[in-house]
């Protein structure tokens, strides 16, 4: 009778109106649920912006979470997942300039106790040209005149024509700011013969810059490096020259000339060339490193030409700071090119810096064009220069009267 009864039961058919009651139920149900579930988390969501701490935090299920600390970072990051993609990549973009301008400081403050260094360890390496203060000297031009041990001759050709002495060296200092020394460092024996003749002159003369170096004709690359470093711890020129002991100079025409370009920057002025890279060895002038700059028989890039130039204090400044890393080539007008020939510079080519001597030079002063300079190509200086610098003084020179009449 239970297994009639049974099967009775089995076998009833469910209304399609009963169906249809059980599912809207079961989707109220759902909705509810749904809805309170929701209702918790935008409360929780209230909590964590009006309050720094929540205890403890209960969800659906009966399970109870560990508390949450609502620091400034994790709200920031709570923030910044709920933002679009493009407020995303804006925030990243920031993000990207802080760093940048982080970069540019630290670099710039690396500068400028590379300066503080240099100023300090250049003046601490000098005798007799070490200022009173620690304020620089103000100058319009610095002019450095390369020299030897081996050549007070030549030195004193120079006295006796376009460089003035004592008083009127100091003079022009003063009253015009034109700097001249003579540039000299100190024998591999310091405190010989040789440094204490030149100690002797100094003490006559008073006109000389003595570097921290050790003279030899190998190491001008590492001299000229020094040299400006040196000039940039003492004084605070608009611009720096060096120019050989051979070589005939009008100091009012150099002045004059500078002028023109005091207020443009990064300015690199000499007669510039593009000689031969010479690979052979035991000419005068080779090249060790030939191969850097290509193919045998390649030329140099343009550069100014060794027996004078002059660079802007900016240049001046930039050698100075960077002087640890700047590579030396075995020729010193070239290593001075090699500097600045990545750097946004403009070359100057005048070629009143690198007039001949005498008869070219005495035509062009004839003809009112005063050279700034006079040597011979062929001895890269004047050609027995102890004997013709007064001749060619006499005949090419601008007259005493002039570095003090120009307008500076």
């Not at 993609?85 to 690396?110: F, G, N, W, Y």
């Not at 013709?388 to 570095?403: F, P, Y």
């Amino acid at each position: 009778m239970l297994d009639g009864e049974s099967k009775k039961m089995r076998g009833r058919a469910v209304s399609g109106k009963a169906v249809f009651i059980v599912c809207v139920a079961s989707f109220l149900g759902g909705s509810i649920l749904t809805s309170r579930t929701w209702s918790r988390r935008e409360k929780y969501n209230q909590q964590l912006d009006k309050n720094d701490q929540v205890t403890t935090i209960k969800v659906p299920y009966h399970i109870e979470k560990p508390a949450y600390i609502a620091t400034d970072e994790f709200d920031h990051k709570r923030k910044l997942v709920e933002r679009k993609p493009r407020d995303i990549m804006e925030e990243v973009a920031r993000t990207h300039q802080a760093i940048r301008s982080l970069d540019k400081t630290v670099s710039t403050l690396e500068m400028e106790l590379a300066v503080a260094r240099t100023s300090q360890a250049a003046k601490a390496e000098l005798s007799l040209e070490k200022p009173s203060n620690q304020s620089l000297r103000k100058a319009f031009v610095v002019i450095g005149i390369n020299t030897a041990f081996s050549s007070k001759k030549r030195r004193d050709s120079l006295r006796e024509t376009w460089m003035p002495r004592g008083d009127k060296l100091k003079k022009l200092e003063t009253e015009k700011g034109i700097v001249v020394r003579f540039v000299i460092g100190h024998s591999a024996t310091p405190g010989g013969v040789l440094d204490r003749a030149i100690d002797a002159e100094d003490a006559e003369h008073k006109d000389f810059l003595r570097l921290n170096h050790v003279e030899g004709y190998h190491e001008l690359s590492t001299k000229t490096r020094l040299y400006f470093s040196t000039v940039m711890s003492i004084w605070d020129a608009d611009f720096y020259v060096k120019v050989d002991d051979d070589v005939h100079l009008n100091l009012g025409m150099l002045a004059s000339t500078l002028a023109r370009y005091r207020t443009k920057p990064r300015i690199y002025i000499g007669c510039m060339k593009s000689g031969p890279v010479l690979s052979q060895k035991g000419v005068k002038y080779h090249e060790p490193e030939f191969w850097k700059f290509g193919e045998e028989g390649n030329k140099y890039f343009r550069h100014a030409t060794g027996q004078l130039y002059a660079i802007s204090k900016d240049l001046a400044a930039y050698i100075s700071i960077n002087a640890p890393i700047l590579h030396r080539y075995a020729n010193e007008d070239v290593s001075l090119g090699a500097w600045l020939i990545g750097l946004e510079v403009e070359h100057i080519d005048d070629r009143s810096m690198c007039c001949g001597t005498p008869p070219d030079c005495e035509w062009k002063t004839q003809a009112g064009n005063v050279c700034v300079a006079s040597f011979d190509w062929s001895c890269s200086g004047i050609c027995k220069s102890i004997d013709r610098m007064k001749d060619v003084h006499n005949t090419c020179g601008e007259g005493d009267a002039a570095v003090w009449n120009v307008e500076l």
